[in-house]
C-alpha cells in the first residue's frame, strides 16, 4: 500500500505516488476504462489525482469527472489537483491567435469555477498556478489564490513550473503558505537539484510534485545515448531490487531525494500502475542513485 504524507506542515495529505491524466485521451479509453483505472489506484493507495484545465485541449476535466460520476463515493476517497492558467488556440476559441499566460485574480477564479463544474465537485484539495505569468503581479495571483481558499472551493494552494525567487515572492503574499511546486524532475532533466527549488522545498518543508517522472517516455529510446547507458546501469543493479525495471527504479531515484517529490505518473495501463506502485517501496542505496546520475549525465561527479 502507497504510503501517505503531507505536502507542508499545514497542508494537505496526500498519496506518496500520484496518478496524472494529461494523457487519458490519448489511446482511446472510454469513461468505463478510467473508473476501472481510478478504482485501482484507489486499492494500490495512490488516491491523489493531478489534473488540469489545459489537459486534453481543455476536454479531460470533463471525462474525469464523467468518469467519477458513474460511482458515487468514489470522489470521496480522492484528493484532486488541478491548474490553470495557461490558453493556447484551439478549436474551442477560434478567436484566440496566440498562446499566452494568465493568472490574474479574476481568471483563476474563473477557471476554478469551470474546473468544479467540470468535475462534478464543490472543491478541489489543490489547486496549482499552472505557470508564471510574466504580466500579473504576485498581488493580483495572491489575491485571486487567497479569495479561492477563504471560500472553501479550494483547500491549498501551489504553483507548477516556477523559480525559486518566484515561488518566494507570491508565497510572500498569501495568507495560507503555498503548499508545493509541481516541476519536471527525472533522470533527463534535474534542473531542480541545481536550480534552487528542491533546496526551497527543504528549507520550508514544501514537498514537491514531479511532472512527466519517465521524460515522457524518452527514458526507454533505444536510438538515446542516454537512455541507453541508464538501461544498462538499471540491469546491472536489477537484481539487487528485486528484479526492478528502469522503469521502477526511475521512480525509486526520485522518491530518494531528500526533498521528497511525489511522482505524477501517467499511464492509461493498470499494470503500470501497479509497477509504479511497486516501485514505490524500493529504497536505492546512495551508491547506486549516484551510479544513475553518473548513467544520465555521462561523467562522473564533480
Given amino acids: 500500500m502507497i504510503t501517505r504524507c503531507k505536502l507542508s506542515p499545514s497542508g494537505p495529505e496526500f498519496s506518496r505516488l500520484v496518478y496524472g491524466t494529461w494523457r487519458i485521451l490519448d489511446d482511446g479509453s472510454s469513461i468505463q476504462d478510467l473508473n476501472r483505472r481510478l478504482h485501482r489506484c ?6 491523489t489525482i493531478d489534473t488540469a484545465e489545459i489537459y486534453g485541449l481543455y476536454a479531460v476535466e470533463a471525462v474525469l469527472g464523467k468518469a467519477l460520476a458513474l460511482s458515487p463515493g468514489l470522489r470521496e476517497k480522492l484528493e484532486i489537483v488541478t491548474k490553470a492558467g495557461i490558453y493556447i488556440p484551439h478549436a474551442g476559441s477560434p478567436g484566440r491567435k496566440t498562446a499566452f499566460y494568465d493568472v490574474t485574480s479574476a481568471q ?18 489543490l489547486f496549482l498556478v499552472h505557470r508564471p505569468d510574466w504580466l500579473t503581479s504576485i498581488d493580483d495571483t495572491a489575491n485571486g489564490l487567497n479569495q479561492l481558499v477563504r471560500s472553501g472551493k479550494i483547500r491549498s494552494a501551489g504553483v507548477s513550473n516556477y523559480s525559486a525567487t518566484q515561488f518566494a515572492a507570491l508565497n510572500s503574499r498569501m495568507q495560507q503558505s503555498l503548499v508545493t511546486n509541481q516541476l519536471e ?5 534535474m534542473d531542480p537539484i541545481y536550480d534552487g527549488t528542491f533546496d526551497q522545498c527543504q528549507q520550508l518543508q514544501v514537498q514537491p510534485m514531479a511532472w512527466s517522472p519517465l521524460a515522457g517516455g ?30 521502477q527504479l526511475a ?26 506502485a511497486q516501485a514505490a517501496g524500493l529504497s536505492l542505496s546512495r551508491e547506486d542513485w549516484y551510479a544513475l546520475w553518473v548513467a544520465a549525465k555521462g561523467h562522473g561527479i564533480p
Avoid at 483563476?108 to 478541489?124: A, C, F, Y
Avoid at 524518452?218 to 522503469?247: I, P
Fill in 218 to 247: 524518452r527514458l526507454f529510446a533505444k536510438d538515446n545515448a542516454v537512455a541507453v547507458r541508464l538501461a544498462q546501469a538499471a540491469a546491472e543493479m536489477s537484481a539487487r531490487y528485486h528484479g526492478a525495471t528502469l522503469e
Fill in 185 to 189: 524532475f527525472h533522470l533527463l532533466h
Fill in 42 to 47: 484507489v486499492e494500490l493507495g495512490i488516491t
Fill in 251 to 276: 521512480y525509486a531515484w526520485i522518491l530518494a531525494h531528500p526533498s521528497h517529490p511525489l511522482p505524477v505518473i501517467g499511464t492509461n495501463k493498470i499494470e503500470r500502475i501497479e509497477s509504479a
Fill in 108 to 125: 483563476l477564479i474563473k477557471s476554478v469555477d469551470e474546473s468544479l463544474r467540470l468535475l462534478g465537485t464543490d472543491h478541489v484539495e
